[in-house]
């Protein structure tokens, strides 16, 4: 009996050696594909991923995953040393950190399949072009709105602001009727800051860094476009935003848990003292989720200054997929973004965890099927109809830089703690904002 057990013990291992070399012939393939995100944007990837896995037999997508914070250190880290994911989830302004020249991701234009140029218009495709090499393809787009509490608003017996005039007369009705802890509009300082920013351009047709333009030897590198003049008027409707009452001044949101402390949770927005919000579209779930009746949200007409040319928006790429430079199955990780972006399977399970898609049929799928919020939906209109009249041009991508964006912050606290005059703060912007220019590009 022993001897019989033990014959059989030895032929299955015969067996499983005999087995190896089989298995061996047939290598998984593996593709490292790296984002950040909360936990319903990680689930909702991991199941699109698992779902191309099945469509694609002996493939295997080594998911690496993480919140936002440290995402941009572990990614730098990764491509000064060649060790970068296969396909990795970028934002639009990093192409000009990680590819200033073009060559920092594997050139997807030679690799696309024929769903991503039915699926992607051309303005979207170029995007993510930098000196003529498709370095990065875009999940969507996203630009600031106006949001507004129509309840508080009517509680004022003021209708919804639609003029920069109307704007600037809501503050002081808001103090007199709300009392003194009371404002028309929130936002962190950025928001404030871009929102004056909007006044500028619409006023001098400028923003304040201008991007890259022309190729080869004609190239023209980035550069600050205001002249004093309109920094000067910058930093002064900044001023005048707190000043009038209009918006949250930095020291008060300080003191009340952070200036950065995002608006949904602060406790006079739940309650409706502070009734409104410059933000970006993707952002509008958020912002609503702890409003409580009779509080709810309405998306607001963009202030424009009469004959402007320039909408004044703020809008780009949110997220966008790169190949990395060293990526040895480009073919393969390019038909995973394809996958991600085009295949209507993966839509579904991908829902609006990277906003609303850019390709048309995920986009159209999701309305036809209701899993489009009316007030995103309307948003997304009014953004699409300034970008199709060429009114919402891309920003320099060096202004959303991480130093220039400390930069801009550093001056502007400046102004918001009254420690330095306008002009003063008008004159650091243009002179040390072309000096960091020089040196991040």
């Given amino acids: 009996m022993k001897r019989r057990l033990l014959l059989q013990r030895l032929g299955a291992g015969a067996a499983a050696c005999l087995a190896r070399p089989a298995l061996a012939q047939r290598p998984t393939r593996v593709l490292r594909f790296a984002w950040w995100g909360g936990a319903a944007r990680h689930g909702a990837t991991l199941a699109a991923v698992r779902l191309f896995e099945q469509r694609n037999p002996g493939l295997r997508i080594k998911s690496e995953y993480m919140g936002f914070n440290g995402y941009l250190e572990r990614l730098t880290t990764q491509v000064a040393g060649g060790s970068e994911p296969d396909v990795m989830q970028i934002n639009w302004a990093w192409l000009a950190m990680f590819s200033k020249r073009g060559t920092g991701f594997t050139d997807l234009a030679p690799l696309l399949g024929p769903a991503v140029r039915e699926q992607l218009p051309e303005a979207e495709l170029e995007t993510g072009r930098v000196a003529g090499r498709l370095n990065a393809l875009p999940v969507s787009y996203s630009a600031r709105v106006m949001l507004w509490n129509p309840s508080t608003f009517e509680r004022v017996g003021l209708a919804l602001p639609k003029t920069w005039d109307e704007l600037f007369a809501t503050g002081p009705l808001f103090r007199q009727k709300l009392g003194e802890g009371a404002f028309p509009l929130d936002g962190e300082l950025y928001d404030m800051i871009l929102l004056a920013q909007a006044w500028v351009q619409q006023r001098h047709g400028t923003p304040f860094i201008a991007p890259a333009s022309g190729s080869g030897s004609s190239l023209r590198p980035s550069h600050v476009a205001m002249n004093e003049a309109a920094a000067v008027d910058w930093v002064r409707i900044y001023q005048r935003l707190v000043n009038e009452h209009v918006a949250t001044p930095l020291p008060l949101r300080a003191s009340l848990g952070g200036a950065e402390k995002p608006t949904e949770q602060q406790p006079d927005w739940v309650n409706g003292r502070w009734a409104g919000n410059f933000t970006w579209d993707s952002a509008i779930p958020l912002r609503a989720s702890t409003l409580r009746p009779p509080q709810r949200l309405a998306l607001g007409e963009f202030p424009t200054l009469p004959g402007a040319q320039h ?131």
């Fill in 311 to 441: 909408s004044g928006m703020f809008g780009r790429p949110t997220l966008m997929y790169a190949v990395g430079r060293h990526c040895k199955q480009p073919e393969l990780a390019a038909r995973l973004i394809e996958f991600l972006l085009t295949d209507l399977e993966a839509a579904r399970l991908l829902g609006r965890t990277r906003g609303l898609p850019g390709a048309r049929g995920p986009l159209q799928q999701l309305e036809r099927e209701g899993q489009l919020p009316a007030l995103e939906l309307q948003a997304h209109r009014q953004i699409q109809a300034q970008r199709d009249a060429g009114r919402l041009p891309l920003p320099g991508p060096l202004f959303e830089h991480p130093r220039m964006l400390k930069f801009m912050r550093e001056v502007f606290e400046t102004v918001a703690y009254n420690k330095t005059t306008d002009i003063a703060a008008a004159r650091r912007l243009i002179t040390e904002g072309a000096a960091l220019l020089k040196r991040i590009q």
